[in-house]
């Protein structure tokens, strides 16, 4: 097969050109996500296991967006990022919002420059680790840097099945190039996995699929597209006759559904 030329979605090169062509993290496409998804209900989960006195840990923060969000509710936050746009921009916003306890770093845990992989907090000073649709390396030390009834929450994209009008378009834009694609291994196994190896176990687990619907080509096409180097991609109006007939196809009455897959788990630190 031909050398696709794009960087891996969600590898270190692909965050670095979406930094460039985007100003900080988010989706850049309009859909409708049906209701009981799982990126209310991490919201949910979170807000209940915030309290004033929590000192916290955002792994993987963006631009910021939920440690801003949060900040009201407890004590202190502490939130990293390994890339330094979006550190500066989550900076700005705070400043903005004259927010005081949350402190952002730019930092890359995994950086083969460290000995080892280490968050980047004191031993036993924190509550609770969150971190939303964001890497899993850090899972490692948690034990190290938790208090005794800390908890750490996650939301993991899940596994979402390809679909069938995927292959009707060129092979750079084909699904599984996507950044919305998660690999077709088990999230769950592998967040399993990664607490056995640091000696931990699930606390609890929810797996939510709900539709997500594009209404419009547009959106589609920059859903497919998105974090791909321009000029590696036809523009919409070049390939507008490939969406349309994949809408004739393929769309339901509201349009093209898509399934919105998410994995929420939590785990509970015993010293
Ligand atoms: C999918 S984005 C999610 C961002 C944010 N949590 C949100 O929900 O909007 C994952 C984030 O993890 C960051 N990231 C990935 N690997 C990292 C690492 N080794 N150290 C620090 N941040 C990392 C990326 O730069 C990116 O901002």
Same mark, same amino acid.
């Given at each position: 097969?031909?050398?696709?030329?794009?960087?891996?979605?969600?590898?270190?090169?692909?965050?670095?050109?979406?930094?460039?062509?985007?100003?900080?993290?988010?989706?850049?496409?309009?859909?409708?996500?049906? *209701?009981?998804?799982?990126?209310?209900?991490?919201?949910?989960?979170?807000?209940?296991?915030?309290?004033?006195?929590?000192?916290?840990?955002?792994?993987? $923060?963006?631009?910021?967006?939920?440690?801003?969000?949060?900040?009201?509710? $407890?004590?202190?936050?502490?939130?990293?990022? =390994?890339?330094?746009?979006?550190?500066?921009?989550?900076?700005?916003?705070?400043?903005? =919002?004259?927010?005081?306890?949350?402190?952002?770093?730019?930092?890359?845990?995994? *950086?083969?420059?460290? *000995?080892?992989?280490?968050?980047?907090?004191? +031993?036993?000073?924190?509550?609770?680790?969150? $971190?939303?649709?964001?890497?899993?390396?850090?899972?490692?030390?948690?034990?190290?840097?938790?208090?005794?009834?800390?908890?750490?929450?996650?939301?993991?994209?899940?596994?979402?099945?390809?679909?069938?009008?995927?292959?009707?378009?060129?092979?750079?834009?084909?699904?599984?190039?996507?950044?919305?694609?998660?690999?077709?291994?088990?999230?769950?196994?592998?967040?399993?996995?990664?607490?056995?190896?640091?000696?931990?176990?699930?606390?609890?687990?929810?797996?939510?699929?709900?539709?997500?619907?594009?209404?419009?080509?547009?959106?589609?096409?920059?859903?497919?597209?998105?974090?791909?180097?321009?000029?590696?991609?036809?523009?919409? +109006?070049?390939?507008?006759?490939?969406?349309?007939?994949?809408?004739?196809?393929?769309?339901?009455?509201?349009?093209?559904?898509? =399934?919105?897959?998410?994995?929420?788990?939590?785990?509970?630190?015993?010293?």
């Amino acid at each position: 097969m031909a050398e696709l030329n794009i960087p891996r979605a969600h590898s270190n090169s692909w965050y670095d050109y979406l930094a460039s062509i985007q100003q900080g993290y988010f989706y850049p496409w309009k859909s409708t996500i049906g *209701d009981k998804n799982g990126e209310q209900a991490f919201l949910t989960l979170l807000g209940e296991r915030l309290t004033p006195e929590s000192e916290v840990l955002e792994v993987g $923060c963006g631009h910021g967006e939920l440690s801003l969000d949060h900040a009201a509710y $407890c004590k202190h936050i502490l939130a990293y990022d =390994r890339v330094q746009s979006y550190i500066d921009l989550a900076n700005e916003t705070k400043a903005t =919002r004259q927010i005081t306890n949350v402190d952002f770093i730019c930092y890359d845990a995994t *950086d083969p420059g460290h *000995d080892e992989m280490a968050l980047p907090v004191e +031993e036993n000073s924190i509550d609770l680790i969150f $971190c939303r649709r964001g890497p899993m390396h850090w899972i490692q030390d948690v034990s190290r840097v938790c208090r005794d009834g800390a908890f750490i929450i996650a939301l993991s994209p899940m596994e979402e099945p390809i679909p069938a009008w995927s292959s009707k378009l060129p092979h750079k834009m084909h699904y599984e190039n996507s950044g919305r694609h998660t690999g077709s291994g088990s999230i769950h196994q592998s967040v399993e996995n990664r607490l056995h190896q640091a000696g931990l176990t699930l606390h609890s687990g929810w797996s939510f699929d709900v539709p997500e619907v594009f209404a419009d080509p547009v959106e589609l096409y920059r859903m497919v597209t998105w974090g791909l180097p321009a000029a590696e991609i036809p523009t919409f +109006e070049d390939i507008k006759y490939k969406f349309d007939s994949i809408y004739q196809k393929y769309a339901e009455t509201d349009g093209i559904v898509l =399934r919105h897959c998410r994995f929420l788990w939590q785990a509970k630190i015993h010293h």
